[in-house]
């Protein structure tokens, strides 16, 4: 997946897809067009949460464990997700992964 974004949390990035572009996590714009910084994931062969269960419905108990799980680990780190909802969770046959960190910061400091 190729994203350009204004702001990305890179220190959170362990629970998304494998991150490609850049390759450090000390974050430092080597391309930039207009204002926006390019990002390059992993390709996850899976489905949004959206696309199985719908915005309207709740989440399956395993999946949301899951989903509480990731949840816990940014929070244990400080971080907060701004921008929970079902197309940004990622659904494989192995893992359950949060996409779209643009708006995931450090508790009090973010947008």
């Known amino acids: 997946m190729v994203k350009f974004v204004q702001t990305y949390n890179f220190a959170a990035h362990n629970l ?18 207009g204002g926006l910084n390019l990002v390059v994931m992993g390709f996850v062969d899976g489905i949004t949460a959206h696309d199985s269960f719908g915005d309207d419905s709740s989440l399956p108990g395993t999946i949301f464990d899951k989903v509480k799980e990731v949840v816990t680990v940014l929070h244990e780190n400080d971080l907060v997700f701004g921008d929970l909802r ?21 508790d009090g400091v973010g947008m």
């Not at 998304?16 to 067009?33: D, G, I, K, S, V």
Request: hydrophobic residues 35%.
């Open 16 to 33: 998304t897809p494998q991150l490609l572009y850049p390759e450090t996590t000390e974050y430092e714009p080597a391309l930039n067009f």
């Open 86 to 106: 079902p197309p940004n969770i990622m659904e494989s046959e192995e893992q359950v992964l949060l996409v779209d960190f643009d708006w995931c910061a450090k």
